[in-house]
């Protein structure tokens, strides 16, 4: 019998891993080079055919070997890839990883703890508790009650027992849903929970309340991107039984953020529960001349951080902060051969009431390293950049006349169309983009028009790169 494949794991672990990494560097370095730009050119058609003829049969009889497997796979997957490294690669909320957080992801899959039971994870359960504590400060202070935030010095007022927690989640979708659930069966005894959202909330609210069986939500107006307060005031004020308002500090169309002081007394004057889905938003709470921006948030009974967008980290890195642990008690689960009472009694950590899922990867590495790495200072400078680049990306299309820009950006999104573009121009210009592999815009529906949309989230991107962006644009619009 031939000897089985080395194992990424043990003290042979890195030696067998070392010249599998230089066949996938070397790879994804030709991958790039091959796709010469920000995506593959020729369209999904294109891309399906040339990745078959590459491919080959998928499962074949005999192997061909790790080097030839890595070196033809990964090179195909990133000559075919979106790459968000690319300047114009920019549409949507889909940021470029830094490298120590990528290398980060590496060891945690050679590690391939499973975050289920402590001693499947010794050292990355206590890692995830240390890193998951520090971001519930960053959203909640010490108490968890509401009042300004956390920041040293500043006085709060005292809260529920316990400190403020935050659950390792693979999104902000999956951050949401169990944001619902939590709300739900914490109102369990009062009726049906009725969720209450801005018209330019999250797709995957409306969707956890179907998934949790919820009453459909009520949408209040948000005539200027933003959930319009005097319109929440009133769906409250009418709506009997528990309610939960979710607010965004984000939105995935144009970066908004709701009005968050104003909502939270609204909700506290009805008594109404308050869910701040801040998945992109979160980030501003690192720049120390933004984080303002996000007043209100530690109101929020239960805040979505994402941190595959203005974090900088490999898919997945979502989080969601809970002001009062006592809120997680629905999440307790109990399978005797993961957290057995007597093995709990005797103190090894009960894992299965930090997720809804079992088996989950150790994406708290990733986070923990670059957060160790850079510090709040390196990741606030990120932030001021990328945001800064929008100001400057929008201030140079305002000045341009072949162009109309839809506001001023709140974060690092920047709405535009050529002017005097019909609708379907503006759709035709942007699949055009895509099937010449030359950029990557996204598309955003505001004020009853079709805008692209340049999500800027990579901290390299120079001016000369948004100048070309806008040359092919123009490029486009004529023809």
């Known amino acids: 019998m031939s000897n089985p494949p080395p194992l990424a794991g043990g003290p042979q672990g890195p030696e067998a891993l070392r010249p599998l990494l230089d066949t996938v560097l070397d790879a994804l370095h030709d991958g790039a080079i091959a796709r010469g730009g920000p995506l593959p050119a020729g369209g999904p058609h294109t891309v399906t055919t040339r990745l078959r003829d590459v491919i080959g049969d998928p499962l074949p ?5 790790p080097d030839a497997a890595l070196r033809t796979l990964v090179q195909a997957l990133a000559e075919g890839a979106a790459d968000p490294a690319d300047p114009l690669c920019a549409a949507h909320l889909h940021c470029p990883p830094l490298a120590l957080a990528a290398a980060a992801d590496l ?3 050679a590690l391939n703890p499973s975050m289920d039971s402590w001693d499947q994870a010794p050292a990355a359960s206590a890692l995830e508790t240390l890193v998951t504590d520090a971001l519930a400060h960053e959203v909640y202070g010490d108490t968890g009650h509401p009042g300004q935030s956390g920041r040293p010095g500043q006085s709060v007022r005292p809260g529920p027992p316990g400190h403020p927690q935050a659950l390792v989640t693979t999104g902000g979708t999956e951050a949401n849903q169990l944001a619902l659930l939590l709300a739900r069966e914490s109102h369990a005894s009062e009726g049906p929970l009725q969720l209450i959202t801005g018209a330019g909330a999250h797709h995957s609210l409306p969707r956890a309340a179907w998934l949790l069986g ?6 209040v107006p948000a005539p200027t991107g933003t959930l319009d307060p005097a319109a929440l005031d009133e769906a409250l004020t009418d709506l009997p039984g528990p309610k939960l308002v979710a607010a ?3 939105t995935t169309d144009a970066g908004l953020i709701d009005p968050l002081p104003e909502i939270a007394d609204i909700c506290e004057h009805h008594g109404a529960r308050l869910h701040i889905d801040a998945s992109y938003g979160a980030g501003l709470l690192f720049s120390p001349t933004r984080r303002t921006q996000l007043t209100g948030l530690d109101r929020a009974a239960t805040v979505t951080l994402d941190l595959h967008k203005l974090g900088w980290q490999p898919v997945a890195a979502g989080l969601l902060a809970v002001r009062n642990p006592a809120d997680l008690t629905p999440l307790t689960h109990h399978a005797d051969y993961l957290n057995a009472d007597d093995d709990t009694e005797a103190g090894l950590p009960d894992l299965l009431g930090r997720s809804l899922r079992t088996t989950r990867r150790p994406d708290i590495l990733k986070i923990a390293v670059t957060l160790k790495a850079l510090g709040r200072t390196g990741l606030g400078a990120l932030v001021d950049q990328v945001c800064d680049q929008a100001q400057e ?5 305002h000045a341009h006349p072949g ?3 839809y506001d001023t950006p709140t974060l690092s999104t920047v709405l535009f169309r050529p002017r005097g573009a019909p609708d379907e121009r503006i759709a035709h210009i942007r699949r055009t983009l895509l099937t010449q592999g030359r950029a990557v815009l996204g598309r955003a ?9 340049a999500t800027l989230l990579n901290p390299h991107t120079q001016p000369g790169d948004l100048a070309q962006l806008l040359k092919l644009v123009e490029g486009n619009t004529a023809r």
């Not at 919820?214 to 949408?219: A, E, G, I, K, Y």
């Not at 529906?445 to 949309?453: E, S, Y």
């Open 403 to 405: 162009f109309d820009l």
């Open 393 to 397: 990306f929008a201030a140079t299309l």
């Open 61 to 65: 009889h005999h192997g061909t070997g």
């Open 248 to 250: 965004t500090a984000g």
């Open 107 to 109: 060891a945690a899959s």
């Open 214 to 219: 919820l009453p459909d939500p009520v949408t």
């Open 445 to 453: 529906r505001m004020d009853g028009q079709l805008w692209l949309k």
